[in-house]
């Protein structure tokens, strides 16, 4: 049984071990940012290259202008703004608290504060944590404990339940007001806020580490169709099963994951019927979620 108290966790995480906590956009793999040997074994468990950076988790601004060279005037408004929540920030490091292991050799470094009071507890306890989503690399993330008891049985886990927002955050170079990621807080989100343009970079990413196309990937393929002809043609009796993505963004995002799972292994594919309101802004970061899980994109 690999549930375990935020007490339990605490103490695990204090001699090193990560361990997978509850934040409202999915769950993650935690460890201390002082205890390189924890941070190296989040990078085993998961089977994550080094070249792909880690998010550090504060539980707020004060926190987390320890772990910057300065918070700019954007950086303060948007974290005073959207913190705690599901908004990633990507500025230049301390470079003497922030190792380059965390940051993948480089100068900047990914500072989130999660709405989660059992993630904040313990961040509390044994300070800023590093907690990339608590799934195999390329794999689905997990937004419920038992995706992590199946997908990572030697992990432990404290039970917050279903993730709020269940994708993950959306990060924005606060420096080049660039978005890397998109999610559910939107372009305008960010852009009313500052009272500036945001640039969407994310589509000329894929040379960034964690861009990388073939991400969220179930077993089953999955295809992205508009018309049920071309679906049938492409099919040629193969069995499918559908995931409805349904009106509401919110809603739908939450679920994603879960379905994804869900569907997986059950017919050849699991298909996904795409309307032209998925093209709509609110829905980006979730579009952006299934190019990646999707094998096959038939407009
Ligand atoms: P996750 O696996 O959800 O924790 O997301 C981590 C992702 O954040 C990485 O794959 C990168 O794409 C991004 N990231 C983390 N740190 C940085 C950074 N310093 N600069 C740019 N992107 C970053
Ligand atoms: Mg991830």
Known sequence: ???????????????????????????GLAAPINNLKAIEKIFEIKKRPLNDPLIVHVTNLDM????????????????????????????EKNKTLVDDLLTSNGSTVALRSPKSNLFLKAIDAVGPLAAPSANLFKKVSPSKAEHIIASLPGVCVVDGGACEVGIESTILDVDRLKILRPGMITISDIANTLGKTILNQETELSNIPGAEKDHYQPTTKVIVYSSKDKLEEFLKGRSHTGLDLGKDPRACAKSLYSNLREQDQKADFISIKWSPEYNLENWLGIKNRIEKASSYWMD
């Open 1 to 27: 049984m690999s549930i375990i108290s935020i007490h339990q966790a605490i103490d695990l995480l204090k001699k090193g071990e990560p361990v997978a906590l509850p934040t409202e956009t999915v769950y």
């Open 64 to 91: 987390a202008e320890t772990l910057i060279s300065k918070a700019s005037i954007d950086f303060e408004k948007l974290c005073k703004k959207f913190w705690p929540g599901p908004l990633t920030l990507v500025t």
